[in-house]
């Protein structure tokens, strides 16, 4: 769970987000755990989409990952290389005052874990690396398409053979190749004995200083990004088998296998499964969304690179360094009245609990709840839309959460007052005061003045 301090009013929010740290799999006796790190630059999606995806949908079925894959989360969001400079430069030496302090520690203290034996760093590189010049996208200064070492050997217990071990995991990736100019090639850097002055600072180098074999997988950023993941996966899987790690997931490690991998739709849930947000192909803003006044914005993703960022006036959800829509809030005091709800969907009833997707085929309806009110968001009928059967073509799609127009909000409300003609009556009398005095009314003030805000629901028409 994400957690953002403040009270969610209209007001600048300053935010941090801390990247995420996930185990995926049991320890064994052995110390085999692997480290697998993502996200370190903001502008490498290859990297931290193929980071994400193994806790997502991996399991490993013997020994264990330790996964980070949203290192650098903030510039991920921004999009840029790093907010506070390149966090993979500061290995070396950062002052307590660098903002990226607290970040590096945290990384380090990953690394240092005794159970940890072997880190794989992922990367997006420029061009494709070749050993000689053949283009200004295929030469030696270019990092695309390489598995990276900072020297051949490693004074470790484990996997002390780098090089030999990153030969293997290229072999291993160039027997599936996608295109032959996608040839991966082993890249050296030397660090120590070149003295090169930039690598010296970076994660790799700070792995093997500390006797645990490292290594970076690199995939050219002149390739769309789910293939990009595509071969860091190839990578990845050929690393955890050398440490006899085993796993399945719920893709076909082929291109099209991780593209609908990457693009499966999103769910994200607020404020302790009050609402859902079911994202596919979403709309571009989602107004009037209920939000509780004087609490801390919470939510759970179905991913770890997926964040929910305050903005001046409403919140981004961003899925990597891709924004998916923009809410714009309506503040309500919140209510625990019901746990659960009852519809009848195509003529069945059902029970489900808040922050639930239900697919309807013709229509559903909310049975009549005592001291609540049902808002179905664009179908407007009224106050309390319970008791009515709806169907697709009453919908105003333009209400819609998706370009599909198929998923709506059915939103429950616990009544001010008991009554509902009273109810109605008081609302239309307050609105009437506040239009004919002017009277400036903020968010905690108006939300008190309306019914409390219970749970929602989505229901997706086929």
């Known amino acids: 769970m994400r957690l953002f301090l403040g009270v969610l009013v209209f007001i600048n929010v300053v935010f941090a987000l801390e990247f995420s740290v996930k185990e995926n799999g049991k320890s064994l006796d052995d110390n085999n755990t692997v480290l697998i790190l993502g996200g370190i630059q903001g502008d490498e999606p290859g990297g931290f989409h193929a980071a994400s995806l193994l806790l997502s949908d991996y399991n490993i079925t013997k020994g264990k990952i330790i996964v980070a894959p949203n290192l650098a989360f903030e510039s991920i969001i921004a999009r840029n290389r790093g907010n506070f400079g390149d966090l993979n430069r500061k290995f070396a030496h950062i002052d307590e005052s660098d903002p990226d302090f607290h970040t590096i520690e945290r990384i380090k203290k990953l690394i240092l874990d005794p159970e940890v034996n072997m880190v794989v760093n992922l990367h997006d590189g420029s061009g494709f690396y070749r050993p000689h010049y053949e283009s200004k996208d295929k030469n030696p200064n270019r990092w695309g398409n390489t598995s990276i070492i900072d020297q051949s050997e490693v004074n470790s217990t484990k996997y002390a053979d780098l090089e030999s071990i990153a030969k293997e995991a290229v072999e291993n990736i160039n027997k599936a190749l996608v295109k032959e100019e996608h040839q991966y090639h082993l890249k050296n850097t030397k660090t120590q004995e070149s003295n090169d002055k930039e690598m010296l600072k970076a994660l790799t180098y700070f792995v093997v200083s500390n006797h645990k074999a490292a290594f970076a997988n690199e995939a050219s950023k002149n390739l769309p990004t ?237």
């Open 226 to 462: 789910h293939l990009r993941v595509y071969y860091h996966l190839l990578a990845v899987e050929y690393y955890l088998k050398k440490a006899n790690i085993e796993f399945s997931r719920t893709f076909d490690l082929t291109p099209n296998g991780v593209y609908r991998a990457i693009e499966k739709p999103l769910e994200v849930r607020l404020f302790n499964d009050k609402i859902l947000l079911y994202l596919d192909q979403p709309a571009n803003t989602i107004s009037y969304m209920p939000f509780p006044v004087n609490q801390s914005l919470n939510y759970e993703a179905s991913n770890e690179i997926t964040a929910v960022i305050p903005r001046t006036n409403f919140f981004s959800v961003n899925y990597g360094n891709r924004l998916q829509t923009r809410i714009y809030p309506e503040y309500f005091e919140f209510s625990n009245a019901l746990d659960t709800v009852e519809l009848i969907v195509d003529g069945k009833n059902i029970q489900t609990n808040f922050a639930q997707k239900i697919t309807v085929k013709e229509s559903f309806e909310v049975p009549p709840i005592v001291g609540v009110r049902v808002n179905v968001i664009g179908f407007d009928k009224g106050m309390d839309e319970s008791g009515i059967k709806i169907s697709k073509n009453q919908m105003q799609s333009r209400y819609s959460l998706d370009k599909k127009r198929k998923i709506y909000r059915v939103e429950f409300y616990e009544l001010k007052n008991a009554n509902l003609e009273d109810q109605i009556l008081a609302r239309t009398h307050a609105s009437k005061e506040i239009k004919d005095a002017k009277i400036p009314v903020n968010a905690i003030e108006k939300a008190k003045q309306k019914d409390k805000f219970i749970g929602m629901i989505l229901v997706e028409f086929q």
